[in-house]
């Protein structure tokens, strides 16, 4: 059993940072891309920030230069710097997994952590 465990959200001020983490458990045989998702308030999920296993990144076009993604593979975790923060930032973040498993290993799924909530207040 597979599980994603987000920690770091919280309320802060326009301007402000915060850093989020995501700790990945489990039977893991290999993991492939993390990121981050959020989803605001009647609005869709969206796709924040992507890192691929070989360290490439990839940001939606609102938080480019203001985050930043990282993975550390020996620890399966995935973190996202957030810096000058903007209320429009205010949504659940996801962070999620593609990976195979100890009795998969040649299927990948998408794995979720349960969301962890950013307030910004201006």
């Known amino acids: 059993q597979v599980q994603l465990v987000e920690s770091g959200g919280g309320l802060v001020q326009a301007g402000g940072s915060l850093r989020l983490s995501c700790v990945v458990s489990g039977n893991i045989f290999s993991m492939y891309d993390m990121g981050w998702y959020r989803q605001a308030p009647g609005k869709q999920r969206e796709l924040v920030a992507l890192?691929?296993?070989?360290?490439?990144?990839n940001y939606t076009d609102s938080v480019k230069g203001r985050f930043t993604i990282s993975r550390d593979n020996a620890k399966s975790t995935v973190n996202l710097q957030m810096n000058s923060l903007k209320p429009e930032d205010t949504a659940v973040y996801y962070c999620?997994?593609?990976?195979?498993?100890?009795?998969?290993?040649?299927?990948?799924?998408?794995?979720w952590g349960q969301g962890t909530q950013v307030t910004v207040s201006s």
């Open positions: 890192i691929t296993r070989g360290y490439s990144t």
């Open positions: 999620n997994a593609d990976l195979t498993t100890v009795k998969a290993t040649v299927v990948i799924y998408r794995y």
